[in-house]
């Protein structure tokens, strides 16, 4: 049996693991020392490194630069003595005096990169190439200064010239090349020695670079799922535009082909007119639905084209004053006719005095009214709709004038209100195919109401109604007059202009009209119209053509107007001449004749092109009769007048 141990082993054995955990913990101490000053001394060389690195590289930039200034700087110099032999002007002189010190400044700073290597590699036959070759120009500028350009000439022709122009040439590049070397080489064995440091430096890095990768990875997984979510969100998006775009196409050739069929349709009926008269049909109601159809299909086009001006930033909108009252009455009376074929009330309701007149623009804001009152119609059944009219005002200098609609159609969730003003969008895909329409009425109104200062907006309860509401800003309430239903009508004109009758106050009797116009089918309406009115019209179907017939004829007593038309009509796209050119053309050449542009653009920019190009007034396609003559009429009734007097004169 052992003994225990004694107090003295105790205390040896205590006293030998007191030294072994100092010299654990020295160890530990010196070896994180050592690390520390390690990690120290690695970064610090390494940034020296670095350092190194870049500046040669600067230097390498640099030996770049200088070696094409050098070799550009030599050729000013050759040209430049060239120049003067030829010219004998002492500008060259000059120029050469002033790139020689240039060209010094450069081969010294390229020398200093390391001047025991350019030396050697440029040797001593090139500096006598050199030293050759500034004495030759020297000389050459003598002869020119003499008078003696030819002798200059003849020795800078020389061929000892050009050998020492060659020799000096490759000793140069030589020597460039020789420095570009040594920079790659300095850089080569610097990045040996950073990548010798980054080996010795490992060690220290490895759990740091573990920490960092287990760091790193789950910061890219992380990414990686914000990523991915983002890229599921992106395609869910492009999804529901791509969708959106396939339903509009969708709806947008049902929109389309519908009226079109009825178009097609009854105008085949009416060309086949079947002799049985079982068979023939109402030729009236056949117009008139051919008419219904074709002005559906116009307002589908405009919608397209306002939407386009709008997306393209070409809408312009005008200021001017309006009265509010006479917008309501006008539209409630051209929009009467469609509620009461649906067998609905529509009504309008005063709720406060208005303002007699406000500044805005006159079409936008009727376009907008109309467009909410008719959608209105087309989404309801039964009930009515009221237009309802307000004043709003929160304080003196903020007066709100507000149109509200109000129907009692099948009404809208939250979530398809949210999207109601959305472009080629309706409440849901099942309403297109039951109330038709392109969805692009409502987008357009909110776009019109932001340009003319305003604000649309909606509220509805699903199976109970809608209310959109146009809010108009005014300003100050002082600068207001307002208005009372019942005060009597409003002063202004009216904004739609009656339209004289084409058969009584608009005749074009005796008017001499030329039309200019490449389509077969719009020649014989656009001359019908006329002809019917009363006016002589020759047909031309390209712009030369109608350059040609405007050209000035004798006057004769029975025609002393040596112009042969009152009027023209001109079709700007046109063969041979379009009629832009033509017009110019006209009024190059002294022509004076009104010119009415025909054309099928009807955006903001074309009116202007029109008059650029020195026409008179516009008419869009397709042609409405009543402002075609009305505008023949106001444009031929001055030419008439005159006319008239030349004859009686």
Known sequence: MESPPSDSQRASVSESGSRRLLRTSLALFTALCASILLGLSAGLTMHLAYQRIGDLATRERRVHALTAEIRYLDEVLTMSANMCAATSEPRWRRRYDAHVRSLDAAIKELREVAPALFDQE???????????????????????????????????????????????????????????????????????????????????????????????????DERSRA????????????????????????????????????????????????????????????????????????????????????EAGAMTVERLSVEPAQVVEEVLSSMRVRAKAKGITLERIYATPIPRRITSDPLRLRQIVINLIGNAIKFTERGGITLRVRLDVADANDARLVFAVEDTGIGMTEEQVARVFRPFAQADETMSRRFGGTGLGLTISKRLAELIGGELTATSRAGEGSVFTLTLALGPLANLETWRPGEGPTTAPSLIAAVPDTHSACRLEGLRILLAEDGRDNQRLVSLHLRRAGAVVAIVDDGRKAVAALEPVEPTPAAPNSTPFDVVLMDMQMPELDGYAATRLLRKNGCRVPVIALTAHNMAGDRHRCLDAGCDDFLSKPIDRLALIGTCERWGREARTQRDIARTG
Do not use: C
């Open 227 to 310: 990523e991915l979510a983002r890229i599921r969100e992106r395609s869910q998006a492009a999804d529901a535009a791509n969708q959106a775009k396939s339903q509009f196409v969708a709806n947008m050739s049902h929109e389309l082909r519908t009226p079109l069929t009825a178009i097609l349709g009854y105008a085949d009926l009416l060309r086949e007119q079947h002799v049985d008269g079982s068979h023939e049909i109402d030729r009236a109601t056949a117009v008139e639905t051919i008419a219904r159809n074709g002005e559906h299909l116009l307002a589908i086009i405009n919608d397209i084209l306002d939407v386009s001006k709008i």
């Open 122 to 220: 440029l040797g001593a036959d090139t500096d006598e190439a050199n030293l050759r070759l500034v004495d030759v120009e020297t000389r050459a500028f003598e002869l020119v200064e003499a008078g003696h350009a030819d002798e200059a000439r003849a020795v800078l022709d020389g061929p000892a010239y050009a050998a020492d122009k060659a020799l000096y040439a490759s000793g140069n590049q030589r020597a460039q090349q020789a420095l570009i070397d040594f920079i790659v080489r300095e850089n080569t064995a610097t990045e040996q020695r950073l990548a010798l440091l980054a080996i010795l430096s490992l060690g220290l890095t490895v759990v740091a670079s573990i920490a960092w990768i287990v760091f790193a990875r789950g910061a890219r």
